[in-house]
């Protein structure tokens, strides 16, 4: 990641994204906090719920077409109310839900998977007219190595497991300046 975020800026960020969501179900509009100079330049960031440790809602955009603070309430508005995986997050669930975000880095072309660091490089894999992402975290969650990170890229796009292994599959990666809520 080329730059860092102060802990006001995550701080920010999170009330934005909470504010978005809480604001949603109240059927007003929301209250942002007043954002920082670099919350302000375009970039690419996802929010994704956890409810009692399990994934709630995950959505993001990653090419970089609006300000940081914008780019995180719509992805909040999105993880909570319109993640085809999930149920619309209800007024019951709200302070269940615990809130993380993944700013991230440009996407970067790979030559070889090797250029993969597990942990801090997400996946971003295309092949025909399928593409899938994960975030760098999700193969620390689970453990995986790098061939299995690849693996569970290539089904998340709906492609057979083995599809990074050929030259028509494109891959590019990113790192993610990750934080969450911290909850009592």
């Not at 995550?10 to 942002?32: F, G, S």
């Not at 796009?157 to 494109?170: I, V």
């Amino acid at each position: 990641m080329e730059f860092q975020l102060t802990p006001e800026e995550k701080k920010i960020l999170l009330q934005t994204a909470r504010q978005v969501i809480t604001a949603h179900l109240e059927k007003r509009k929301p209250k942002y906090p007043e954002p920082t100079e670099l919350l302000k330049k375009k970039c690419g960031a996802f929010v994704t719920l956890h409810k009692q440790g399990k994934l709630r809602g995950c959505i993001g955009f990653v090419i970089a077409s609006k300000p940081l603070i914008d780019t995180v309430a719509e992805a909040a508005q999105s993880s909570a109310f319109g993640d085809p995986r999930f149920p619309a997050l209800t007024a019951r669930e709200v302070q269940q839900i615990d809130i993380e975000i993944s700013v991230l880095s440009p996407l970067r072309r790979i030559e070889s998977v090797e250029e993969i660091r597990v942990g801090e490089h997400g996946i971003m894999l295309r092949s025909g007219f399928r593409s899938g992402l994960l975030l760098p975290q999700v193969a620390t969650e689970y453990g995986w190595d790098r061939d299995t990170f690849l693996t569970h890229t290539c089904n998340k796009a709906g492609l057979s497991g083995e599809c990074w292994r050929s030259p028509d599959t494109e891959i590019e990666i990113f790192s993610a300046v990750v934080f969450g809520e911290q909850r009592p």
